[in-house]
């Protein structure tokens, strides 16, 4: 691994750089970084502000990696402080960087915080999440004259954020004049408790009720903060009132928030959307254009592989891609399937054993191979029978938590016949692809 000993590390990255970008990009950008420290372990730079860091990082993470310490992950090691005169804060250093950053940029006049990388054209759309996404590209293009409130919900990492922050960057690109503030439930009461403690409530409701369009992330958090269910309340109805749209995302649908009746009422007067994990189609093409992004070769086996495993968020897969393109870049060794399985063993989703029936596996196998559960009990030999067969008795051997003769048992089978099965299905979805995707969906079908 590169350490930093040399002073003119720095130097060598900036000659490197010279050759590679034009001179306005380099004097604009660049040559403003100043080099504060440099240990084997990180560099210390100084910048004039959050664009220049994100710049950089953006730009050149790949280069800095040749010349700058870098972790285990092959992130650079770089501590960033904004030497910006204009930031009020005392300066400290931000933490060090050891996940791709989340650049921010600023709408003149008032703050709006939007991660740069969360717009429409980079949201893969499937059938879970593709009448969210028309409706909140609806929202951006004729902003409260569609549906209002627009009520987002589902889980961890399926993209509600990335469309808040698609509706917005829409919005501030398209229409400059309208006034817009997309913001976590959690800044709001924050800048709620700030304005009451410097006495400035009026200032704040000023602002929030003259707003065009206001997105407030994660609404969930305002479970159980009953002073601030009520501010929220009423600059909901002032807005709405006004025709002035609003967007909301949520981890729960409205109803079952422990909202007061009016919150939840006034919620559900828009269309309220659920967005849902993308299926096994939509999240390849996720992985590949993450893979795309960070200029990652994957194949269609191997992205085929890590769906199938990974299944219920986004980020994870967005994450086994960054875990993927770190270690390949590092060893400089092409991704297989044995390679992905290995790096992101850990990852990787597996149904609990305990709650497993004979039964439930049954009806999966017949489902997705099309046969009868009866037929699998039964005793025929054809092919079309006996292949799904031994794949149900593999699966039970991998996945209920009790004994082999239990298993046997519960199959009418001796607990040889059960090992025979299980290692016959072992050894072929090593060579048959399409039967250990069928293998992988049976596993997921399973109802525990
Ligand atoms: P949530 O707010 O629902 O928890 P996020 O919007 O933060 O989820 O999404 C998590 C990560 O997954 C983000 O990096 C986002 O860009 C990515 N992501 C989620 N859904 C999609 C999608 N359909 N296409 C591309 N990226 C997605
Ligand atoms: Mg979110």
């Given at each position: 691994?590169?350490?930093?000993?040399?002073?003119?590390?720095?130097?060598?990255?900036?000659?490197?750089?010279?050759?590679?970008?034009?001179?306005?990009?380099?004097?604009?950008?660049?040559?403003?970084?100043?080099?504060?420290?440099?240990?084997?372990?990180?560099?210390?730079?100084?910048?004039?502000?959050?664009?220049?860091?994100?710049?950089?990082?953006?730009?050149?993470?790949?280069?800095?990696?040749y010349f700058i310490p870098v972790d285990?992950?092959?992130?650079?090691?770089?501590?960033?402080?904004?030497?910006?005169?204009?930031?009020k804060k005392p300066l400290t250093p931000?933490?060090?960087?050891?996940?791709?950053?989340?650049?921010?940029?600023?709408?003149?006049?008032?703050?709006?915080?939007?991660?740069?990388?969360?717009?429409?054209?980079?949201?893969?759309?499937?059938?879970?999440?593709?009448?969210?996404?028309?409706?909140?590209?609806?929202?951006?293009?004729?902003?409260?004259?569609?549906?209002?409130?627009?009520?987002?919900?589902?889980?961890?990492?399926?993209?509600?954020?990335?469309?808040?922050?698609?509706?917005?960057?829409?919005?501030?690109?398209?229409?400059?004049?309208?006034?817009?503030?997309?913001?976590?439930?959690?800044?709001?009461?924050?800048?709620?408790?700030d304005s009451l403690r410097n006495k400035?409530?009026?200032?704040?409701?000023?602002?929030?009720?003259?707003?065009?369009?206001?997105?407030?992330?994660?609404?969930?958090?305002?479970?159980?903060?009953?002073?601030?269910?009520?501010?929220?309340?009423?600059?909901?109805?002032?807005?709405?009132?006004?025709?002035?749209?609003?967007?909301?995302?949520?981890?729960?649908?409205?109803?079952?928030?422990?909202?007061?009746?009016?919150?939840?009422?006034?919620?559900?007067?828009?269309?309220?959307?659920?967005?849902?994990?993308?299926?096994?189609?939509?999240?390849?093409?996720?992985?590949?254009?993450?893979?795309?992004?960070?200029?990652?070769?994957?194949?269609?086996?191997?992205?085929?592989?890590?769906?199938?495993?990974?299944?219920?968020?986004?980020?994870?897969?967005?994450?086994?891609?960054?875990?993927?393109?770190?270690?390949?870049?590092?060893?400089?060794?092409?991704?297989?399937?044995?390679?992905?399985?290995?790096?992101?063993?850990?990852?990787?989703?597996?149904?609990?054993?305990?709650?497993?029936?004979?039964?439930?596996?049954?009806?999966?196998?017949?489902?997705?191979?099309?046969?009868?559960?009866?037929?699998?009990?039964?005793?025929?030999?054809?092919?079309?029978?006996?292949?799904?067969?031994?794949?149900?008795?593999?699966?039970?051997?991998?996945?209920?938590?009790?004994?082999?003769?239990?298993?046997?048992?519960?199959?009418?089978?001796?607990?040889?016949?059960?090992?025979?099965?299980?290692?016959?299905?072992?050894?072929?979805?090593?060579?048959?692809?399409?039967?250990?995707?069928?293998?992988?969906?049976?596993?997921?079908?399973?109802?525990?």
């Amino acid at each position: 691994m590169l350490t930093c000993e040399e002073r003119d590390t720095w130097s060598q990255f900036l000659e490197y750089i010279k050759k590679r970008c034009s001179s306005t990009a380099f004097d604009n950008w660049i040559a403003p970084i100043k080099v504060l420290e440099c240990t084997a372990e990180s560099v210390r730079l100084e910048v004039p502000n959050i664009f220049v860091k994100a710049y950089l990082l953006d730009n050149y993470r790949k280069e800095l990696s040749y010349f700058i310490p870098v972790d285990e992950n092959g992130e650079p090691q770089i501590e960033f402080v904004i030497s910006d005169t204009t930031i009020k804060k005392p300066l400290t250093p931000t933490p060090r960087i050891t996940v791709p950053p989340e650049p921010q940029v600023q709408a003149p006049g008032y703050e709006i915080k939007l991660n740069q990388f969360y717009k429409f054209d980079t949201f893969i759309e499937g059938p879970t999440n593709q009448f969210v996404k028309s409706a909140a590209v609806g929202i951006a293009t004729r902003p409260g004259r569609s549906y209002n409130p627009l009520f987002i919900h589902g889980g961890v990492g399926l993209g509600k954020t990335h469309l808040l922050h698609g509706i917005s960057h829409y919005v501030l690109e398209n229409h400059k004049k309208l006034r817009i503030q997309c913001i976590t439930t959690e800044a709001f009461i924050n800048d709620l408790v700030d304005s009451l403690r410097n006495k400035t409530v009026d200032k704040m409701k000023k602002f929030y009720r003259t707003l065009d369009i206001l997105l407030v992330d994660d609404i969930q958090f305002l479970q159980n903060r009953l002073n601030f269910e009520e501010e929220f309340c009423n600059t909901f109805e002032s807005l709405i009132n006004q025709n002035k749209q609003i967007v909301i995302s949520s981890d729960k649908p409205p109803g079952q928030l422990k909202l007061s009746e009016r919150m939840v009422a006034r919620m559900e007067w828009g269309l309220v959307a659920h967005i849902g994990m993308p299926d096994l189609e939509t999240r390849v093409a996720i992985l590949q254009h993450k893979a795309e992004q960070r200029e990652l070769k994957i194949s269609n086996n191997v992205a085929f592989f890590i769906a199938e495993h990974i299944y219920s968020n986004v980020r994870q897969l967005e994450g086994a891609i960054n875990r993927l393109s770190a270690h390949c870049r590092l060893l400089d060794q092409e991704l297989t399937e044995e390679l992905a399985e290995k790096i992101l063993s850990e990852l990787f989703q597996h149904a609990p054993k305990q709650r497993v029936s004979a039964e439930n596996i049954l009806k999966s196998v017949a489902t997705v191979f099309q046969v009868r559960v009866s037929d699998l009990k039964g005793t025929s030999r054809t092919k079309e029978i006996a292949l799904p067969r031994q794949v149900a008795m593999y699966l039970a051997k991998e996945m209920i938590n009790e004994s082999l003769m239990m298993i046997a048992a519960s199959f009418g089978k001796t607990h040889s016949t059960i090992l025979h099965a299980s290692k016959t299905i072992e050894n072929k979805i090593k060579k048959d692809e399409s039967l250990r995707r069928q293998v992988a969906l049976c596993r997921r079908n399973i109802d525990a």
